[in-house]
């Protein structure tokens, strides 16, 4: 008989699989969706956090729509999905981030960090003690907007002396979805400044 834990990689695979086909160009918020799959089939519960109502929105339907094979249960109302293999999914947004204070989760991704009102305090004060009975772990996820408080929490991601932290930057490029006479006509539109951005994720 095969684990748990096996199939739960197998089905976080093949769903991985459908979501970025080679044929479409995947969005924010499903390869952000990915992050989650795999501990929320492992029976984990997970979080994925937006700037904005608006944004949780547009995310909720794609990633709804993205997870329906391994859906057993949602609410719409609430933002959230039970998955196959006991763990759920609840969307935030973080208009109003005092709603999620309370919750323990395994893991967190936070989408377009650097858009987020008052990031430092949301982090400190409301999501992160979310991950201390679980002893979960965070992602934050976005493009450079400038030298804020994503870019401390990226900045602990280069040193040393913090193991528990690790940060990267994935400039467009490195996408195989994109074409690379795409980028260079886009650099042609553009500023050096939001060239380097947008496109090569420099702060």
């Not at 952000?32 to 994925?48: I, K």
């Not at 858009?115 to 934050?140: C, H, M, S, Y």
Request: with cysteine; aromatic share 8%; charged share 25%.
């Amino acid at each position: 008989m095969r684990k748990a834990s096996e199939m739960s990689e197998d089905l976080s695979a093949t769903l991985l699989a459908s979501v970025i086909s080679p044929r479409t160009r995947p969005s924010s918020a499903c390869i952000s969706s990915m992050r989650l799959v795999q501990p929320a089939l492992r029976g984990a519960p997970v979080a994925w956090f937006a700037p904005s109502y608006k944004m949780l929105a547009d995310a909720w339907r794609e990633v709804d729509n993205a997870l329906d094979a391994v859906t057993t249960r949602k609410s719409v109302q609430e933002h959230r999905l039970e998955l196959v293999g006991g763990g759920s999914i609840d969307m935030w947004s973080l208009d109003s981030p005092d709603i999620a204070r309370g919750r323990k989760y395994k893991r967190v991704v936070i989408d377009e960090a650097a858009l987020v009102k008052n990031l430092e305090e949301v982090w400190q004060q409301v999501i992160r003690p979310t991950l201390t009975d679980l002893q979960g772990g965070a992602w934050f996820l976005s493009t450079p907007r400038g030298m804020n408080y994503f870019k401390r929490l990226f900045d602990l991601g280069q040193d040393p002396t913090r193991d528990e932290w690790a940060s990267w930057q994935m400039p467009t490029r490195s996408n195989p979805f994109i074409e690379p006479t795409e980028i260079e006509a886009a650099r042609a539109d553009m500023s050096e400044a939001s060239f380097n951005q947008e496109y090569l994720a420099l702060f």
